[in-house]
Protein backbone atom coordinates (compact mmCIF):
# COMPACT_ATOMS: atom_id res chain seq x y z
CA UNK A 1 0.00 0.00 0.00
CA UNK A 2 1.00 3.67 -0.58
CA UNK A 3 2.30 5.56 1.79
CA UNK A 4 0.17 9.25 2.55
CA UNK A 5 3.51 11.11 1.09
CA UNK A 6 4.31 8.94 -1.85
CA UNK A 7 2.29 11.05 -4.12
CA UNK A 8 3.84 14.11 -3.35
CA UNK A 9 7.08 12.75 -3.39
CA UNK A 10 6.77 11.90 -7.25
CA UNK A 11 5.20 14.89 -7.91
CA UNK A 12 7.99 17.17 -6.36
CA UNK A 13 10.38 15.09 -7.65
CA UNK A 14 9.03 15.57 -10.98
CA UNK A 15 8.64 19.59 -10.68
CA UNK A 16 12.35 19.43 -9.49
CA UNK A 17 13.67 17.24 -11.77
CA UNK A 18 14.94 15.34 -8.56
CA UNK A 19 15.53 11.94 -9.05
CA UNK A 20 14.34 9.46 -6.27
CA UNK A 21 15.15 5.60 -6.85
CA UNK A 22 13.07 3.45 -5.42
CA UNK A 23 15.50 2.21 -2.72
CA UNK A 24 15.97 5.94 -1.34
CA UNK A 25 12.22 6.33 -0.94
CA UNK A 26 12.02 4.89 2.81
CA UNK A 27 14.22 7.02 4.20
CA UNK A 28 13.32 10.28 1.80
CA UNK A 29 10.09 9.96 3.51
CA UNK A 30 11.23 9.21 6.98
CA UNK A 31 13.21 12.51 6.67
CA UNK A 32 10.04 14.38 5.37
CA UNK A 33 8.08 13.48 7.78
CA UNK A 34 10.43 14.66 10.39
CA UNK A 35 11.00 17.92 8.25
CA UNK A 36 7.59 18.64 8.39
CA UNK A 37 6.52 17.57 11.54
CA UNK A 38 9.09 20.25 13.14
CA UNK A 39 7.77 22.47 10.15
CA UNK A 40 4.35 22.14 11.38
CA UNK A 41 5.35 23.19 15.23
CA UNK A 42 6.61 26.40 14.01
CA UNK A 43 3.83 26.75 11.68
CA UNK A 44 1.25 26.64 14.73
CA UNK A 45 2.92 29.52 16.17
CA UNK A 46 1.10 32.33 15.86
CA UNK A 47 3.22 35.58 14.75
CA UNK A 48 1.97 39.18 13.62
CA UNK A 49 1.39 39.56 10.06
CA UNK A 50 4.09 42.92 10.26
CA UNK A 51 7.19 40.23 11.29
CA UNK A 52 10.11 40.59 9.29
CA UNK A 53 11.96 37.68 8.28
CA UNK A 54 15.19 37.17 10.14
CA UNK A 55 18.04 38.06 7.26
CA UNK A 56 17.62 41.97 5.77
CA UNK A 57 18.99 42.60 2.26
CA UNK A 58 20.72 45.60 2.22
CA UNK A 59 20.73 47.80 -0.75
CA UNK B 1 63.50 23.13 23.88
CA UNK B 2 61.15 20.51 22.04
CA UNK B 3 57.82 21.31 21.71
CA UNK B 4 56.12 18.88 23.63
CA UNK B 5 52.53 17.97 23.12
CA UNK B 6 50.86 19.28 26.28
CA UNK B 7 52.13 22.34 24.95
CA UNK B 8 49.58 25.73 24.59
CA UNK B 9 50.24 27.60 21.38
CA UNK B 10 50.70 30.51 24.10
CA UNK B 11 53.89 28.68 25.45
CA UNK B 12 54.82 27.80 21.88
CA UNK B 13 54.62 31.77 21.12
CA UNK B 14 56.60 32.62 23.90
CA UNK B 15 59.70 30.03 23.34
CA UNK B 16 59.95 30.85 19.85
CA UNK B 17 59.61 34.76 20.43
CA UNK B 18 62.43 34.20 23.18
CA UNK B 19 64.30 32.19 21.00
CA UNK B 20 64.13 29.17 23.05
CA UNK B 21 62.60 27.29 20.82
CA UNK B 22 62.20 27.64 16.44
CA UNK B 23 59.36 27.90 15.05
CA UNK B 24 60.81 24.90 12.54
CA UNK B 25 61.13 22.89 15.69
CA UNK B 26 57.79 23.59 16.64
CA UNK B 27 56.44 22.49 13.35
CA UNK B 28 58.17 19.58 13.49
CA UNK B 29 57.02 18.02 16.59
CA UNK B 30 53.61 18.80 15.72
CA UNK B 31 54.10 17.04 12.42
CA UNK B 32 55.62 14.35 14.07
CA UNK B 33 52.67 13.89 16.82
CA UNK B 34 51.05 13.69 13.67
CA UNK B 35 52.82 10.98 11.79
CA UNK B 36 52.63 9.19 15.32
CA UNK B 37 49.13 9.43 16.06
CA UNK B 38 46.93 10.28 13.33
CA UNK B 39 46.73 6.66 11.78
CA UNK B 40 43.84 5.67 15.16
CA UNK B 41 42.84 9.38 14.94
CA UNK B 42 42.47 9.39 11.60
CA UNK B 43 41.75 13.42 12.22
CA UNK B 44 43.87 14.91 9.27
CA UNK B 45 42.73 14.03 5.15
CA UNK B 46 45.74 16.31 4.30
CA UNK B 47 48.79 17.11 5.64
CA UNK B 48 50.71 19.79 4.18
CA UNK B 49 54.51 19.41 5.65
CA UNK B 50 56.36 21.32 2.64
CA UNK B 51 54.23 24.11 3.40
CA UNK B 52 54.68 24.20 7.33
CA UNK B 53 58.24 23.89 7.18
CA UNK B 54 58.61 26.43 4.41
CA UNK B 55 56.76 29.01 6.68
CA UNK B 56 58.28 27.83 9.86
CA UNK B 57 61.67 28.68 8.47
CA UNK B 58 60.61 31.96 7.19
CA UNK B 59 59.38 33.01 10.85
CA UNK B 60 62.47 32.22 12.03
CA UNK B 61 64.62 34.21 9.42
CA UNK B 62 62.28 37.18 10.61
CA UNK B 63 63.33 36.84 13.80
CA UNK B 64 66.72 36.33 13.18
CA UNK B 65 66.73 39.52 11.35
CA UNK B 66 65.28 41.31 14.17
CA UNK B 67 61.44 41.75 12.71
CA UNK B 68 58.64 41.93 14.25
CA UNK B 69 56.52 39.08 14.93
CA UNK B 70 53.29 38.00 15.68
CA UNK B 71 51.21 36.91 18.82
CA UNK B 72 51.12 33.39 17.28
CA UNK B 73 54.52 32.93 15.58
CA UNK B 74 55.15 29.24 15.41
CA UNK B 75 52.17 27.64 16.76
CA UNK B 76 50.95 25.24 14.46
CA UNK B 77 47.11 24.81 13.93
CA UNK B 78 44.84 22.91 11.07
CA UNK B 79 41.41 23.61 10.08
CA UNK B 80 38.43 21.74 8.53
CA UNK B 81 39.05 20.50 4.93
CA UNK B 82 35.84 23.23 3.97
CA UNK B 83 38.57 26.26 4.49
CA UNK B 84 40.11 26.83 0.78
CA UNK B 85 43.79 25.64 1.33
CA UNK B 86 45.61 26.89 -1.64
CA UNK B 87 46.69 23.94 -3.69
CA UNK B 88 43.82 21.87 -2.48
CA UNK B 89 40.66 21.10 -3.67
CA UNK B 90 37.92 22.00 -0.53
CA UNK B 91 36.37 18.66 0.09
CA UNK B 92 34.12 19.66 2.50
CA UNK B 93 34.14 16.23 3.67
CA UNK B 94 32.55 14.84 0.37
CA UNK B 95 33.73 12.72 -2.24
CA UNK B 96 32.28 15.41 -4.90
CA UNK B 97 34.24 17.81 -4.06
CA UNK B 98 37.27 16.47 -4.22
CA UNK B 99 37.05 17.21 -8.65
CA UNK B 100 37.01 20.57 -8.08
CA UNK B 101 39.89 22.73 -8.83
CA UNK B 102 42.45 22.93 -6.10
CA UNK B 103 41.51 26.38 -4.33
CA UNK B 104 43.80 29.47 -5.90
CA UNK B 105 43.82 31.09 -2.32
CA UNK B 106 43.54 30.48 1.24
CA UNK B 107 40.15 30.98 3.72
CA UNK B 108 40.33 34.71 5.37
CA UNK B 109 40.78 32.74 8.81
CA UNK B 110 43.56 31.05 7.56
CA UNK B 111 45.43 34.21 6.27
CA UNK B 112 44.81 36.32 9.48
CA UNK B 113 45.85 33.43 11.59
CA UNK B 114 49.08 33.11 9.45
CA UNK B 115 49.63 36.84 9.83
CA UNK B 116 49.72 36.51 13.30
CA UNK B 117 52.34 34.43 13.02
CA UNK B 118 51.03 30.85 13.05
CA UNK B 119 51.61 27.83 10.86
CA UNK B 120 49.06 25.45 8.99
CA UNK B 121 49.80 21.82 9.20
CA UNK B 122 46.86 20.36 7.58
CA UNK B 123 43.30 19.89 7.00
CA UNK B 124 40.74 18.01 8.97
CA UNK B 125 38.20 15.45 8.55
CA UNK B 126 34.24 16.25 9.19
CA UNK B 127 31.38 14.94 8.05
CA UNK B 128 30.15 15.12 4.83
CA UNK B 129 29.34 18.81 3.78
CA UNK B 130 29.27 19.23 7.49
CA UNK B 131 25.55 18.24 7.51
CA UNK B 132 26.34 15.88 10.93
CA UNK B 133 26.60 15.39 14.42
CA UNK B 134 28.79 12.40 14.58
CA UNK B 135 32.51 12.88 13.07
CA UNK B 136 31.44 9.60 10.91
CA UNK B 137 32.74 10.31 7.37
CA UNK B 138 31.50 7.58 4.68
CA UNK B 139 34.19 8.24 2.22
CA UNK B 140 37.33 9.15 4.68
CA UNK B 141 36.33 6.99 7.36
CA UNK B 142 35.42 8.44 11.17
CA UNK B 143 37.72 10.93 13.25
CA UNK B 144 38.01 8.87 16.64
CA UNK B 145 37.85 10.42 19.80
CA UNK B 146 41.44 11.12 21.51
CA UNK B 147 40.01 9.56 24.76
CA UNK B 148 38.45 6.84 23.46
CA UNK B 149 38.98 6.01 20.03
CA UNK B 150 36.46 3.60 19.56
CA UNK B 151 34.02 6.42 20.36
CA UNK B 152 32.86 9.59 18.33
CA UNK B 153 34.39 12.43 18.22
CA UNK B 154 31.21 14.30 17.37
CA UNK B 155 30.91 16.61 14.33
CA UNK B 156 30.42 17.61 12.16
CA UNK B 157 34.11 19.35 12.93
CA UNK B 158 35.00 16.00 13.68
CA UNK B 159 38.32 16.00 12.97
CA UNK B 160 39.16 19.30 14.59
CA UNK B 161 37.79 18.05 17.80
CA UNK B 162 40.13 14.83 17.50
CA UNK B 163 43.24 17.12 16.09
CA UNK B 164 43.13 19.22 19.16
CA UNK B 165 41.92 16.69 22.25
CA UNK B 166 44.47 14.31 20.73
CA UNK B 167 47.04 17.44 21.25
CA UNK B 168 48.24 16.80 17.79
CA UNK B 169 48.24 20.79 17.60
CA UNK B 170 46.84 23.17 19.85
CA UNK B 171 44.23 25.49 18.17
CA UNK B 172 42.34 24.17 14.69
CA UNK B 173 39.31 25.91 12.89
CA UNK B 174 35.85 24.35 12.44
CA UNK B 175 32.33 25.60 11.36
CA UNK B 176 29.04 25.64 13.38
CA UNK B 177 25.76 25.62 11.72
CA UNK B 178 23.82 23.75 14.65
CA UNK B 179 26.63 22.74 16.91
CA UNK B 180 29.64 21.47 14.67
CA UNK B 181 31.83 23.35 17.66
CA UNK B 182 30.23 22.94 20.55
CA UNK B 183 29.39 18.90 20.06
CA UNK B 184 33.12 17.55 19.45
CA UNK B 185 34.38 20.23 21.54
CA UNK B 186 32.11 18.75 24.36
CA UNK B 187 33.15 14.98 23.26
CA UNK B 188 36.80 15.39 22.86
CA UNK B 189 36.85 17.66 26.30
CA UNK B 190 38.90 21.02 24.71
CA UNK B 191 37.20 24.52 24.76
CA UNK B 192 36.19 26.09 21.33
CA UNK B 193 34.46 29.54 20.52
CA UNK B 194 31.14 29.63 18.26
CA UNK B 195 31.53 33.48 17.69
CA UNK B 196 28.15 36.04 17.16
CA UNK B 197 26.71 35.42 13.87
CA UNK B 198 28.67 37.52 11.74
CA UNK B 199 31.60 37.91 13.67
CA UNK B 200 34.16 36.16 12.11
CA UNK B 201 34.52 36.09 8.01
CA UNK B 202 33.30 32.88 6.22
CA UNK B 203 35.25 34.07 2.96
CA UNK B 204 36.70 31.12 1.23
CA UNK B 205 34.78 28.42 3.21
CA UNK B 206 32.58 25.74 1.95
CA UNK B 207 28.64 26.46 2.96
CA UNK B 208 26.30 24.75 4.62
CA UNK B 209 23.42 26.49 5.40
CA UNK B 210 24.26 30.35 4.75
CA UNK B 211 21.46 31.96 7.46
CA UNK B 212 22.86 29.82 10.26
CA UNK B 213 26.74 29.25 8.99
CA UNK B 214 29.66 30.05 11.80
CA UNK B 215 33.52 29.87 11.97
CA UNK B 216 35.57 29.48 14.90
CA UNK B 217 38.56 28.21 17.16
CA UNK B 218 39.14 24.90 19.16
CA UNK B 219 41.85 25.18 21.30
CA UNK B 220 43.32 23.20 24.82
CA UNK B 221 43.47 26.77 26.86
CA UNK B 222 40.97 29.50 27.36
CA UNK B 223 44.14 31.89 26.43
CA UNK B 224 44.49 30.06 23.46
CA UNK B 225 40.97 30.22 21.82
CA UNK B 226 41.25 34.15 22.46
CA UNK B 227 44.42 34.23 21.10
CA UNK B 228 43.30 32.61 17.97
CA UNK B 229 39.85 34.69 18.07
CA UNK B 230 41.46 37.86 18.40
CA UNK B 231 44.10 37.33 15.45
CA UNK B 232 40.58 36.24 13.17
CA UNK B 233 38.79 39.65 13.83
CA UNK B 234 37.42 42.34 11.95
CA UNK B 235 35.23 43.06 8.99
CA UNK B 236 35.98 41.39 5.25
CA UNK B 237 34.06 42.21 2.23
CA UNK B 238 34.20 39.17 1.22
CA UNK B 239 31.95 37.45 3.47
CA UNK B 240 28.53 39.53 2.99
CA UNK B 241 27.32 38.41 6.25
CA UNK B 242 30.29 39.31 8.19
CA UNK B 243 30.34 42.51 10.30
CA UNK B 244 31.93 46.18 9.65
CA UNK B 245 32.63 46.17 13.50
CA UNK B 246 36.30 46.76 14.30
CA UNK B 247 38.70 44.19 15.64
CA UNK B 248 37.85 43.85 20.03
CA UNK B 249 40.59 42.27 21.68
CA UNK B 250 39.55 39.90 24.45
CA UNK B 251 43.00 38.36 25.52
CA UNK B 252 43.88 41.26 27.18
CA UNK B 253 40.57 41.34 29.29
CA UNK B 254 40.73 38.18 30.70
CA UNK B 255 41.92 38.65 33.78
CA UNK B 256 39.12 40.89 34.58
CA UNK B 257 36.95 39.70 37.90
CA UNK B 258 33.56 38.14 36.65
CA UNK B 259 32.07 39.25 39.68
CA UNK B 260 29.10 41.23 39.21
CA UNK B 261 28.09 39.24 36.39
CA UNK B 262 24.72 37.38 36.43
CA UNK B 263 24.95 34.14 35.78
CA UNK B 264 21.62 31.62 35.28
CA UNK B 265 21.24 28.38 34.33
CA UNK B 266 18.56 27.88 31.44
CA UNK B 267 15.93 25.65 32.65
CA UNK B 268 12.98 23.81 31.37
CA UNK B 269 13.88 22.33 27.62
CA UNK B 270 17.84 22.51 28.48
CA UNK B 271 17.04 20.58 31.56
CA UNK B 272 15.09 17.79 29.89
CA UNK B 273 16.46 14.65 27.73
CA UNK B 274 19.52 15.02 29.01
CA UNK B 275 22.08 12.02 31.08
CA UNK B 276 22.91 12.27 34.71
CA UNK B 277 26.82 13.17 33.10
CA UNK B 278 25.32 16.54 31.52
CA UNK B 279 23.25 17.19 34.48
CA UNK B 280 26.67 16.70 36.94
CA UNK B 281 28.60 18.90 34.35
CA UNK B 282 26.16 22.19 34.68
CA UNK B 283 25.76 21.69 37.99
CA UNK B 284 29.75 22.24 38.59
CA UNK B 285 30.05 25.02 36.50
CA UNK B 286 27.10 26.75 37.97
CA UNK B 287 28.25 25.86 41.97
CA UNK B 288 31.73 27.55 41.20
CA UNK B 289 29.61 30.75 39.41
CA UNK B 290 27.36 30.98 42.23
CA UNK B 291 24.39 30.51 39.70
CA UNK B 292 21.09 29.57 41.53
CA UNK B 293 18.75 30.90 39.16
CA UNK B 294 17.06 29.50 36.87
CA UNK B 295 15.61 31.27 33.29
CA UNK B 296 13.25 29.74 31.01
CA UNK B 297 13.93 29.99 27.15
CA UNK B 298 10.34 30.20 25.45
CA UNK B 299 9.87 28.14 23.04
CA UNK B 300 13.21 26.88 23.27
CA UNK B 301 12.11 23.35 21.36
CA UNK B 302 10.35 25.59 18.46
CA UNK B 303 13.56 27.44 17.94
CA UNK B 304 15.24 23.95 17.22
CA UNK B 305 12.40 23.00 14.79
CA UNK B 306 12.98 26.13 12.86
CA UNK B 307 16.57 25.84 12.76
CA UNK B 308 16.19 22.60 11.38
CA UNK B 309 13.66 23.55 8.82
CA UNK B 310 16.07 26.20 7.70
CA UNK B 311 19.23 24.05 7.67
CA UNK B 312 17.47 21.17 5.42
CA UNK B 313 16.19 23.57 3.26
CA UNK B 314 18.99 26.09 2.37
CA UNK B 315 21.52 22.82 2.34
CA UNK B 316 19.11 21.15 -0.04
CA UNK B 317 18.72 24.14 -2.10
CA UNK B 318 22.59 24.29 -2.16
CA UNK B 319 23.13 21.01 -3.23
CA UNK B 320 20.32 20.86 -5.60
CA UNK B 321 22.06 20.46 -8.91
CA UNK B 322 24.67 17.63 -7.17
CA UNK B 323 21.93 15.79 -5.91
CA UNK B 324 20.66 15.63 -9.44
CA UNK B 325 23.25 14.78 -11.31
CA UNK B 326 25.40 12.99 -8.47
CA UNK B 327 23.33 11.77 -6.24
CA UNK B 328 25.26 8.08 -5.67
CA UNK B 329 28.49 9.73 -5.19
CA UNK B 330 26.71 11.50 -1.74
CA UNK B 331 26.28 9.41 1.76
CA UNK B 332 23.28 7.82 1.07
CA UNK B 333 22.21 9.29 4.49
CA UNK B 334 23.08 13.11 3.73
CA UNK B 335 21.72 12.90 0.46
CA UNK B 336 18.40 11.55 1.70
CA UNK B 337 18.28 13.87 4.13
CA UNK B 338 19.08 16.98 1.83
CA UNK B 339 15.69 15.18 -1.05
CA UNK B 340 13.74 15.30 2.01
CA UNK B 341 14.99 18.99 2.87
CA UNK B 342 14.07 20.16 -0.84
CA UNK B 343 10.83 18.86 -0.68
CA UNK B 344 9.61 21.13 2.71
CA UNK B 345 7.06 23.59 1.29
CA UNK B 346 8.15 27.29 0.85
CA UNK B 347 5.87 28.91 3.68
CA UNK B 348 7.24 26.71 5.97
CA UNK B 349 10.78 28.35 5.28
CA UNK B 350 9.54 31.73 5.76
CA UNK B 351 7.89 31.17 8.19
CA UNK B 352 10.81 29.25 9.86
CA UNK B 353 12.56 32.79 9.44
CA UNK B 354 10.12 34.85 10.96
CA UNK B 355 10.05 33.18 14.00
CA UNK B 356 13.74 33.13 13.78
CA UNK B 357 13.08 37.13 14.52
CA UNK B 358 10.35 36.67 17.09
CA UNK B 359 12.50 34.77 19.36
CA UNK B 360 15.92 36.96 19.16
CA UNK B 361 13.32 39.41 20.54
CA UNK B 362 12.84 36.98 23.63
CA UNK B 363 16.28 36.47 24.44
CA UNK B 364 17.57 39.90 23.99
CA UNK B 365 15.05 40.37 26.95
CA UNK B 366 16.69 37.51 29.22
CA UNK B 367 20.06 39.50 28.20
CA UNK B 368 18.76 42.41 30.34
CA UNK B 369 18.82 41.01 33.49
CA UNK B 370 21.39 37.99 32.66
CA UNK B 371 24.56 38.51 31.58
CA UNK B 372 25.44 34.72 31.04
CA UNK B 373 23.24 31.68 30.67
CA UNK B 374 24.42 28.08 31.27
CA UNK B 375 23.27 25.10 29.26
CA UNK B 376 24.21 21.12 28.42
CA UNK B 377 26.14 21.19 25.18
CA UNK B 378 25.45 18.13 24.53
CA UNK B 379 22.66 15.61 26.35
CA UNK B 380 25.43 12.87 26.82
CA UNK B 381 29.68 11.75 26.23
CA UNK B 382 30.63 10.52 23.81
CA UNK B 383 28.79 7.89 22.19
CA UNK B 384 29.97 4.81 20.40
CA UNK B 385 30.93 4.65 17.10
CA UNK B 386 28.44 3.66 14.74
CA UNK B 387 26.06 3.60 17.75
CA UNK B 388 22.03 4.33 16.72
CA UNK B 389 20.00 4.99 19.21
CA UNK B 390 20.43 5.75 23.31
CA UNK B 391 18.05 5.19 26.25
CA UNK B 392 17.12 7.88 28.21
CA UNK B 393 14.64 7.76 31.13
CA UNK B 394 13.67 4.08 29.79
CA UNK B 395 13.05 5.93 26.19
CA UNK B 396 15.11 4.92 23.27
CA UNK B 397 16.02 7.89 21.38
CA UNK B 398 17.88 8.03 18.13
CA UNK B 399 21.35 9.17 18.90
CA UNK B 400 22.48 11.27 15.43
CA UNK B 401 19.09 12.99 16.16
CA UNK B 402 19.74 13.97 19.45
CA UNK B 403 23.03 15.15 19.67
CA UNK B 404 22.78 18.96 19.06
CA UNK B 405 18.88 19.27 20.57
CA UNK B 406 20.89 22.17 23.31
CA UNK B 407 23.25 23.56 20.89
CA UNK B 408 20.53 24.25 17.79
CA UNK B 409 18.56 26.76 20.12
CA UNK B 410 21.85 29.05 20.57
CA UNK B 411 23.21 29.45 17.20
CA UNK B 412 19.81 29.50 15.83
CA UNK B 413 19.76 33.24 16.70
CA UNK B 414 23.74 33.55 16.46
CA UNK B 415 24.61 33.93 19.85
CA UNK B 416 28.33 33.70 20.63
CA UNK B 417 29.03 30.83 22.91
CA UNK B 418 32.15 29.10 24.68
CA UNK B 419 32.16 25.01 24.96
CA UNK B 420 33.97 24.53 28.45
CA UNK B 421 34.94 20.72 28.94
CA UNK B 422 34.52 19.43 32.51
CA UNK B 423 36.66 16.82 32.87
CA UNK B 424 34.44 13.90 33.99
CA UNK B 425 35.94 10.69 34.41
CA UNK B 426 35.62 8.23 32.39
CA UNK B 427 34.61 10.71 29.63
CA UNK B 428 34.74 14.66 28.98
CA UNK B 429 31.84 16.65 28.39
CA UNK B 430 31.01 20.15 27.62
CA UNK B 431 29.15 23.04 29.13
CA UNK B 432 28.03 25.89 26.85
CA UNK B 433 28.59 29.59 28.52
CA UNK B 434 26.34 31.39 26.69
CA UNK B 435 25.94 35.39 26.07
CA UNK B 436 24.53 38.31 24.41
CA UNK B 437 25.26 39.37 20.74
CA UNK B 438 29.04 40.66 20.31
CA UNK B 439 29.52 40.01 24.10
CA UNK B 440 32.12 36.91 23.64
CA UNK B 441 34.17 38.58 25.91
CA UNK B 442 32.44 37.72 28.81
CA UNK B 443 31.82 34.40 27.43
CA UNK B 444 35.87 33.67 27.25
CA UNK B 445 36.04 35.93 30.83
CA UNK B 446 33.86 33.60 32.56
CA UNK B 447 35.24 30.17 31.14
CA UNK B 448 39.20 31.58 31.75
CA UNK B 449 38.09 32.12 35.45
CA UNK B 450 36.56 28.68 35.34
CA UNK B 451 39.63 27.55 33.69
CA UNK B 452 41.98 28.94 36.67
CA UNK B 453 39.09 27.39 39.95
CA UNK B 454 39.99 24.24 37.86
CA UNK B 455 36.11 23.20 37.00
CA UNK B 456 37.01 23.16 33.57
CA UNK B 457 40.24 21.73 31.43
CA UNK B 458 41.22 20.08 28.74
CA UNK B 459 42.21 16.72 29.57
CA UNK B 460 45.04 14.88 28.22
CA UNK B 461 44.27 12.31 25.76
CA UNK B 462 43.45 9.16 27.39
CA UNK B 463 43.17 6.80 24.20
CA UNK B 464 46.50 7.47 22.36
Known amino acids: MAEPLDDYIDAVSKALALPVEEAWRPAVRANLEVSLRLARLVDEFALPDETEPAPIFTA | ?464
Not at chain 2, 64 to 79: E, R, S, T
Not at chain 2, 107 to 130: H, K, P, Q, S
Not at chain 2, 140 to 161: A, E, I, L, V
Not at chain 2, 218 to 234: I, K, N
Request: charged share 20%.
Open chain 2, 1 to 464: MTAKPEMTAAGIASAVRDRKMSALDATEAALARVKQHDGILNSFTDVSADRARARARAIDADIAAGKKIGPLAGVPFAVKNLFDVAGLPTRAGSKINRDLAPAKRDATLIERMEAAGAVLVGALNMGEYAYDFTGENVHDGPSRNPHDTTRMTGGSSGGSGSAVGGALVPIALGSDTNGSIRVPSSFCGIFGLKPTYGRLSRARSFPFVASLDHLGPFARSVTDLALAYDAMQGPDADDGACTTRGVEPVTPLLEQSISGLRVAIAGGYFQKNVFPEAVEAVGRVAKALGATQVVEVPEAARARAAAYVITTTEGASLHLDRLRKRPNDFDPAVRDRLIAGAMVPAPMIDRAQKFRRWYRAQLAQIFKSVDVLLAPATPCTAPKLGQVNFTLDGVELPVRANIGVHTQPISFIGLPVVAVPVPLEPLPIGVQIICAPWREDIALRVAHALEKMGVVAAPAPRGL
